[in-house]
């Protein structure tokens, strides 16, 4: 079985290299001195970000995690620490805003296999070199109601983010972060979530952009979207460039379970969001089928029929076949 490091590693490989592409030329503001710094800063974070994640007892991830904060803190107190990419933390989520204006640290904080905490911190870009940084704090094991508020950085959602997508309406900007969620030992999530600054700076979470206008059966505004899946199984979740859409699988419930989330893996359609008028609008996956010509997208065989019924072979086989596959985003 795949380790744990192993795929966190892998998920923030394939899905932070833009970020990481555009802290390398922001590392260019730095002087050779201060990367000399630096450099001895994130080798000392590098120990403690590995056991967060790879640590046998839950006593010994908990003390890296505390070491890893304070360390992290530390280092981004020296001036022009927003230059720096830290690129060497493979365990720890980085990610630029579109306009760097800020940047994004998330990680994930796993107590026993019951209870995964996410972590985080916004950091935004100061003209003087100084540091302003917003510590998050996951509240999502407290709430039963996620999909319905605005959040703060005090009762956010938790999320290993990977994507960041800028969208901008009537002069407001909007930054869509996509992320995942080591849910439980049986289940995981991805989550759609929207981040907008108050007027006082403050990073806010969530809003009433999720619309399902265009849908047969019509649904309120939702304030965030996850999906929940199998674990294991390899689903897709991200921001198309080309279709300007978020992308994502249908999911269906394998022995036919609807209310059995931990069930749930493709089936072969897709659906999706796209951005129109200060609003995510679903696109379900009859109209998104329309949309794609040959080739624009990967399509495994479909374990629904015409008619909307399950085929329990076809089913069986993509379930096979998700588990030998590698997560992706």
């Not at 590995?50 to 981004?76: M, P, W």
């Not at 979530?193 to 990073?203: A, M, R, S, Y």
């Not at 794609?292 to 329990?312: H, R, Y």
Request: aromatic letters at 14%; hydrophobic letters at 35%.
């Amino acid at each position: 079985m795949r380790s744990k490091l192993t795929t966190v590693v892998v998920l923030l490989m394939m899905c932070s290299l833009p970020g990481l592409s555009l802290s390398a030329s922001a590392q260019q503001h730095l002087t050779p001195a201060e990367e000399q710094v630096f450099e001895k800063h994130e080798d000392t974070l590098k120990g403690y970000a590995f056991n967060i994640v790879n640590a046998e007892t839950a006593t010994q991830r908990f003390v890296a995690d505390s070491s890893f904060i304070r360390s992290l803190v530390r280092a981004l107190r020296k001036p022009n620490s927003f230059y720096y990419p830290f690129d060497s933390l493979q365990t720890i989520s980085r990610l630029y805003a579109p306009d760097s204006t800020f940047r994004i640290f998330t990680w994930e904080f796993k107590k026993d296999d019951y209870m995964y905490l996410q972590e985080g911190a916004i950091q935004v870009k100061q003209a003087d070199g100084s540091l302003k940084l917003f510590p998050l704090f996951d509240c999502s094991m407290f709430t039963d109601k996620p999909l319905d508020s605005v959040r703060t950085r005090r009762n956010w959602i938790g999320a290993i983010y990977y994507k960041m997508i800028l969208k901008t309406w009537q002069g407001r900007k909007y930054y869509t972060l996509l992320g995942f969620d080591d849910y439980s030992s049986t289940a995981n999530k991805k989550w759609m979530e929207v981040l907008t600054f108050n007027e006082q700076g403050e990073p806010q979470f969530g809003g009433p952009y999720i619309s399902f206008a265009q849908d047969s059966v019509h649904k309120p505004l939702q304030y965030r979207f996850d999906i929940e899946y199998k674990k294991d199984a390899a689903t897709r979740f991200n921001y198309d460039p080309t279709m300007d859409m978020i992308v994502y699988d249908h999911l269906v419930p394998e022995g036919n379970n609807p209310e059995k989330k931990d069930s749930y893996v493709p089936d072969g359609d897709f659906e999706a969001f796209q951005w129109k008028g200060g609003h995510w609008v679903h696109v379900d996956k009859g109209l998104f089928t329309m949309k794609l010509k040959d080739g624009e997208a990967p399509s495994d065989a479909k374990v629904l029929d015409d008619q909307g019924n399950i085929n329990e072979k076809q089913l069986q086989e993509a379930s096979e076949k998700n588990a030998k596959k590698k997560p992706h985003n």
